[in-house]
């Protein structure tokens, strides 16, 4: 086992992890109330970060061997985590009234699981 296999297996475990803490914090925001942002934001925008830096280097481990249809797979993913992203770090943001703040978390977690869905297809298609 090699330190490249340890960092790689690390960075894909980050990114499940971020995924975990943003897609979960906008599922329990929308179960049990907005107001339950508020308290979940520094959560909320590490899970970006984390997203963000491991899901950059995990697409230029992938992007020079890439299977056929996979950068057109990738661009749809990509579109629509920065959908996540952006919304989960605007519910944070004060003066967004709460039927807009509960319309924008819908949208939210309906995208979030169209990624995960796109991201499972992604990593088995050979």
Same mark, same amino acid.
């Given at each position: ?19 975990? %803490? ?13 107001? #339950?942002?508020?308290?979940?934001? /520094? ?6 970060? %984390? ?11 992938? @992007?020079?061997?890439?299977? /056929? ?7 749809? *993913?990509?579109?629509? #985590? ?7 770090? @605007? ?8 039927? *807009? ?6 949208? #939210? ?8 869905? %796109? ?6 298609? *050979?």
């Amino acid at each position: 086992m090699d330190l490249s296999f340890l960092f790689a297996t690390l960075m894909r475990f980050a990114h499940i992890a971020g995924a975990i %803490v943003v897609l979960g914090g906008l599922f329990r925001a929308q179960i049990s109330g907005l107001s #339950a942002v508020d308290s979940y934001r /520094k959560w909320l925008t590490a899970g970006a970060i %984390v997203l963000v830096l491991s899901g950059a280097w995990q697409f230029m481990l992938r @992007m020079h061997d890439a299977p /056929k249809g996979w950068h057109a797979g990738i661009g749809i *993913k990509i579109l629509l #985590a920065l959908h996540v992203i952006a919304v989960s770090l @605007m519910l944070g943001r004060e003066g967004i009234g709460e039927a *807009k703040r509960a319309r924008l978390a819908r949208g #939210a977690v309906i995208s979030g699981w169209a990624v995960v869905l %796109v991201g499972a297809f992604l990593h088995n298609l *050979k």
